[in-house]
Structure formats: C-alpha cells, structure tokens
Nanobody, 122 residues
Framework: QVQLVESGGGLVQAGASLRLSCTASAQTFRAHYMGWFRQAPGKEREFVARISGGGLHTYYSDSVKGRFTISRDNAKNTSYLQMSSLKPEDTAVYYC???????????????WGQGTQVTVSS
C-alpha cells in the first residue's frame, strides 16, 4: 500500500510558477512510476506527466511540454511538478499517482493522493 500526500497548490496569476510536491509513505517508492494528473470542472481526469522509478525517463502531455517539469527525490520519497508559464487553462485539481508500470492512463496507477487545487487567474 502506498499513501500519497500532495501539497503546493494555490492561486496564481497567468505567467507565474508553482511547484507541487507529492510525498509517499512507502519504502518501495523507488520501485514506482510517479505520475501527475489533473481534472478541471466538468472534464475527465487527464495525464500531465510521469517519471520512472530512477528518474531517468520522463513523459509529458503535449499541453504542458516545455512548461512543466516532473522530478523526484527518492531519498525523500517525494515527487515534484514544477509548473511555469501557467495559463488559465491549467486550472484544475492536480493529483499525484504511483504505479508499477510505465503507463499514461489513470487506470494504470493504483495509488492516488487526495488532490491539490491550482487556480490560474488571467
């Protein structure tokens, strides 16, 4: 069982930066891919980014590529999502997730955090 706790959300203006953190309880943290997803009101949850267990491989959705950076610190059991050049359309609840496989679908991640709200004003 992996428990995940996100932090770092908030209200920012367009063009600003924000960093989200996700801390895991499991000692097997390194064995899991870490992913970030988001869900805006009335929309389905969508993939944002994911990173391999050792941190060497990262993947991004086209909508955030070049603006967001996913990373992890296995010594701290923590994954990060650095968000830059934020746009109003980035407004959503952001969730971190952990899973054993390299997949971009929410169904491939069995463990989820509670979510943190990110609101970008224009």
């Amino acid at each position: 069982q992996v428990q995940l706790v996100e932090s770092g959300g908030g209200l920012v203006q367009a063009g600003a930066s924000l960093r989200l953190s996700c801390t895991a309880s499991a000692q097997t943290f390194r064995a899991h891919y870490m992913g970030w997803f988001r869900q805006a009101p009335g929309k389905e949850r969508e993939f944002v980014a994911r990173i391999s267990g050792g941190g060497l491989h990262t993947y991004y959705s086209d909508s955030v590529k070049g603006r967001f950076t996913i990373s992890r610190d296995n010594a701290k059991n923590t994954s990060y999502l650095q968000m830059s050049s934020l746009k109003p359309e980035d407004t959503a609840v952001y969730y971190c997730a952990a899973g054993p496989y390299n997949g971009g679908r929410a169904s491939e991640f069995p463990y989820w955090g509670q979510g943190t709200q990110v609101t970008v004003s224009s």
